[in-house]
């Protein structure tokens, strides 16, 4: 079962766990605080309130700095433990294996760290001072002192003052599962307290406030404060606490806090105006009320703080796969990182090619669309024109007409004809390059791995790119050849057939037939055409053939092959460099490592509190 002591206890280590890894509420937006989470008890008042001596006084020790000014500067989370016996001891989060039993030395202590943190200007800072107190004299109860609310800066003081100390008492205090001790001083108007003025803004029903009144023996003869200890001047759902510190004479005599709790416990019993409230009136009191409240409050919120806990956990941990685990400084596993991204990038781009991804589906419309259109759109009309089958059989026939078929005139027209697909073939080399040099680009984009290395980004894709200009050249000669080899043998059943041909027409050896007629150079630029179409049709099927094999296939086979032989070759400090993160996106994995591994500490420490309903 959760008793008092543990439940308190819980939130006090979380508290300090909060504080070691950066989390001491406030402004910080990139993750959602556990320590706002917690239900805490936040000790507000105005400078000479008694905020102080009503804190020693729950205590039962003299261990807060004193002085003139803004004395507390920095927040200090203030952990009561009660031990069932033994001497009293107190330890400080910052110095965890030091014990102290002299309590002037933690005041010094206190006013040492706070000093560290804001130098010994008069300035304030946000980051608490965690203090743990073990007594058989307290109750188990945790209390946030916060620096006195002010009204005017002085010496030594920024302008800005007055308003930082309220920002920050603020911060503290809206939070709904902060309790607030408000203290105003009785020999004061209630109604020129800071203390109640900020309660009753951030805490309108006053339903999560205190109120404690000090100094009731110094107030003027003939006056009490009966009517704000009991409601009237100024109603809270919780009670009003009436408290008598020890007077500044009695702390120049150093009269201990034993004699002072008993001369509290007299002065309210003995009262004429106070004796029927005295058994809700002092610091005893006060320290059991809040104690009880505080368990209360905090086994109402175990459910909710559980929760937050586990969904941050769930939150940070899928942040954390994200963004990648930190990256080791040996050579070897850094080559063997380099070497994994490397493949996921692979993979992906594969992926693109082999239709898991889009893209691959391009290549395929260069083929069936592109290299098509670009062969019906070439100039074979203009080439084999009347007019140019004339000119080029004439000039290929020189001095020596000739006797039947036009032997090198066709060779010419045909040679000039299919120097025209070179365009086409060259073309669909550069559009499947361009494709694949999109598809290199979107791959790095989509392989996240790859997110946290901008160098090692530029690296593969510098690699990729020069690997497919060589893929590219190899494919651009390839297409070339075929056209060449084309033009260097024509086929033989062409030639074959053209004397059957000439026959059909007529006996070819009777005198009438006029082989410089135009139906002779309209049937050879005829006979041109067939030939040019059969080799058109072949190409269309052997370009792509050729380039998938020089391109797309040595793309998804070798890509990165020579990226790899050199990044062998590679020393440490080299390789470091390619896995060199963007520095904003280390931080934040060093951010979410530190809030995970507080979310975790605060799962351990809820599982270790045995719970029952």
């Known amino acids: 079962m ?3 002591e543990s439940l308190i206890g819980l939130v006090n280590r979380i508290q300090r766990a909060c504080t070691a890894l950066g989390d001491y509420g406030g402004g910080d937006t990139a993750f959602s605080s556990l320590w706002d989470a917690l239900p805490s008890v936040a000790v507000v008042g105005g400078q000479s309130s008694g905020k102080s ?14 002085g003139s000014g803004i004395v507390t500067r920095r927040p200090l989370v203030l952990q009561l433990y009660k031990i069932d016996e033994g001497q009293d001891y107190a330890e400080f989060s910052h110095l965890p294996r030091r014990r102290f039993t002299d309590f002037a030395m933690v005041r010094q202590e206190i006013q040492d760290e706070t000093d560290r943190v804001t130098g010994k200007t008069k300035q304030i800072a946000p980051i608490p001072i965690h203090l743990s107190i073990y007594s058989p004299k307290v109750v188990n109860l945790t209390l946030i002192d916060l620096p006195g609310l002010t009204k005017v800066a002085v010496d030594g003081q920024p302008e800005s003052i007055v308003h930082d100390i309220e920002n920050m008492v603020r911060s503290y205090v809206e939070k709904p599962n902060c309790i607030i001790l408000a ?70 005599k150093n009269v201990d806090m034993v004699a002072a709790r008993r001369k509290e416990r007299e002065y309210f019993a003995t009262s004429p105006d106070y004796g029927h409230l005295a058994s809700k009136m002092g610091s005893e009191y006060l320290a059991k009320l809040l104690s009880k409240h505080l368990e209360s409050v905090i086994r109402a919120r175990i459910p909710s703080i559980i929760s937050l806990i586990n969904k941050n956990i769930d939150e940070l941990e899928s ?13 070897g596993a850094q080559l063997y990182t380099i070497l994994e ?11 693109h090619l082999d239709g898991g991804r889009s893209g691959g589906d391009r290549i395929y419309g260069v083929f069936d669309n592109q290299l098509p259109a670009a062969l019906r759109k070439l100039p074979f009309d203009r080439h084999l024109s009347l007019q140019n089958v004339k000119k080029i059989v004439s000039e290929a026939d020189g001095y020596q007409p000739h006797l ?38 979107k791959s790095i984009g ?19 790119g020069q690997a497919l200009e060589r893929f590219r050249e190899d494919s651009k000669k390839t297409v070339i050849r075929l056209v060449d080899m084309e033009s260097s043998y024509l086929t033989v059943d062409f030639f074959r057939k053209l004397p059957q041909e000439v026959e059909k027409g007529g006996n070819p050896a009777a005198p009438t037939v006029d082989r410089y007629a ?64 963007d520095p904003a996106l280390m931080e934040r994995r060093q951010q979410c490592a530190k809030r995970l591994e507080l979310y975790k500490a605060a799962r351990d420490e809820v599982d270790s509190v045995s719970w029952t309903r």
Not at 407 to 412: F, N
Not at 446 to 464: D, H, K, N, S, V
């Open 2 to 4: 959760a008793t008092m």
């Open 53 to 66: 001596s009503v804190l020693e006084s729950i205590v039962g020790r003299d261990f807060l700095p004193r």
């Open 183 to 252: 203290i105003s001083p009785a020999n004061q108007d209630i109604a020129t307290s800071d203390a109640i003025r900020i309660a009753r803004e951030v805490d309108p029903t006053g339903e999560r406030t205190f109120g404690v009144l000090t100094k009731l023996d110094l107030m003027d003869k003939g006056t009490d404060a009966l009517d704000v200890l009991e409601g009237r001047s100024y109603r809270l759902q919780q009670p009003w606490v009436g408290i008598v510190n020890r007077s500044q004479a009695d702390i120049n």
């Open 319 to 331: 942040e954390m796969d994200h963004l990648g685990r930190p990256i080791a400084v040996d050579a």
């Open 341 to 351: 991204l490397c493949r996921a990038f692979d993979r992906i781009f594969k992926e």
């Open 404 to 441: 039947i078929a036009p032997e090198q005139g066709y060779r010419r027209l045909i040679e000039g004809a299919l120097n025209y697909f070179r365009g086409p073939a060259e073309a669909s080399v550069d559009a499947v390059h361009f494709v694949l040099k999109e598809l290199v680009r």
């Open 446 to 464: 989509e392989t996240q791995e790859l997110r946290r290395f901008p160098t090692l980004q530029a690296e593969i894709a510098a690699a990729a």
């Open 518 to 581: 135009e139906g002779h150079f309209r049937r050879i630029g005829s006979n041109v055409s067939s030939y040019v179409a059969m080799v058109s049709e072949t190409l269309k099927t052997t370009i792509p053939k050729a380039v998938v094999y020089c391109q797309v296939r040595e793309a998804k086979q070798s890509l990165l092959n020579h990226f790899y032989s050199q990044i062998g070759k590679k020393e440490g400090k080299q390789l470091a460099q390619l896995l060199d993160e």
